[in-house]
């Protein structure tokens, strides 16, 4: 069985790049080929130039990934993991960014905590800081928000997008299509395996998005009424004329394209 | 280096946490040997002249004891990371598989150590220690635990599940330790059993070691230790070239 086919795509330097695609489709997989987890039948990758085969520890050097997968070790505290695991990339005496990390992730009480003790959550944390302790120019996130709180989740988005903005690239796969809108400035869709649509998100959305932005009112009597939108400066003006009408507006609700639409359109 | 020292000190500091399991246990199951076996047979069985079989044990007991231990520290390490998954966390950094292989190997090697220190420390209250050629002692003891410790880590790339690393651990470590002749000496062994002992390359491990200690040996020590640098030898290759192909890891 083949898990992907002929997958091309570059992402460029400094990007917010999403792979979004229905479970299956080969996000992790595409992942794992690119971290060296997995060796690809044929092809290659490169991570800023390096071979992640040839190359392997340039390659890997550049690269953090916060796996899927919810994994540990038990045997320590989080603290120590961090160490350990800024020592594999050759760093000793790392603990001023150690520190700064925590604190971004909300980790620091609990930094003498073993991992076993920890909850969900907080080892979902715990990941996201193991892959940022070499500082990695590119950062991969795989579903990163899975079974997080709504502050960790704002606070998470708060601490990648300024990375982002400090040059790192950003790779991230979720099935919360809101945050993929919201910070990815391309999208990849993935079905089974191959590419079905690349392009930036507003492209995207204005392709696949459906019909225009809508707007539902509802008037005070009752009465319901849905106006399509040329846009949002087209909002006021059509309103205007519903109340020269009488209508007096009790509720208002604006229905614009998402991805979700796009999701739906390009992968069922 | 410092991506060396640190997956080394890792594997160190995961069995040492707890030591409990990992060296007070097997030193007890050492003891235990010692007193039953021993008692049972001290003043019964003589091996070599002027050796108590207490005094013949104790050797035999301690290089049991490396072994294993050096086996269990890098196998087990291995299979339950891969199980756990947190294996990525070794897998995606910059780590070269010599570096790998290294540092658990030397893992395994402190691991033997220790509890075959343990073993011996604990066991010199019952029986008089001889020590007759202690840089023999040391060479079979380092080549041992390293050699297992390799072993481990090529039982631990195969094994997919914990009761195929058992099976690998109860049919062969098992039986390779046992029939190398920590409880008798080979020349009291029928001939085919004699000829069949000479094939398992542990036995020159015990034999060697215990000629560090007692200054007798069933085969001269510098050819035993020429039989299991070359085991070494054979095997570090084949678990280097399994490590290079990420076999069972990177797939
Ligand atoms: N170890 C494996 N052995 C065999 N098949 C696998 C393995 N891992 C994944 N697959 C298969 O490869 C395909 C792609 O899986 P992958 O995990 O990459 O999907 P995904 O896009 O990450 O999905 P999700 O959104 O659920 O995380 C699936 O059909 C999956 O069943
Ligand atoms: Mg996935």
Redesign the pocket.
Known sequence: ?R?LAGVSLAVEEGEFFGLL??????????I?VVAGLVRADAGSVRVMGADVVRDYRSARRRLGVVP?ELVFDPFFTVRETLRIQSGYYGIRGNDAWIDEVMQHLDLTAKADVNMRALSGGMKRRVLVAQALVHKPPVIVL??PTAGVDVELRQGLWQFITRLNRDGHTIVL?T?YLEEAELHCSRIAM?KA?RIVALDSTRNLLARFGGSRTTARVVARDGRQFTLELAGYGDLEPQLARLRAQGVEIADLELDRPDLEQVFLALTS | MTTFWTLFAKETLRFWKVAMQTVAAPVLTSLLYLVIFGYAFTGRVQVYDGVSYASFLVPGLVMMSVLQNAFANSSSSLIQSKITGNIVFILLPPISYLEFFAAYVLGAVVRGLVVGAGVLAVTVWFVELHLAAPAWILAFALLGAALLGSLGLVAGIFAEKIDQLAAFQNFLILPLTFLSGVFYSIHSLPAFWQRLSHANPFFYLTDGFRYGFLGHSDFPPAASLAVVAASFFVVSLLTLKLLQSGYKLRN
Not at chain 1, 21 to 30: F, I, S, V, Y
């Open positions: 069985m898990a695609g229905p479970n299956g489709a080969g996000k992790t997989t595409l794992n899927q795989d579903e796969t099935h993935l395996g």
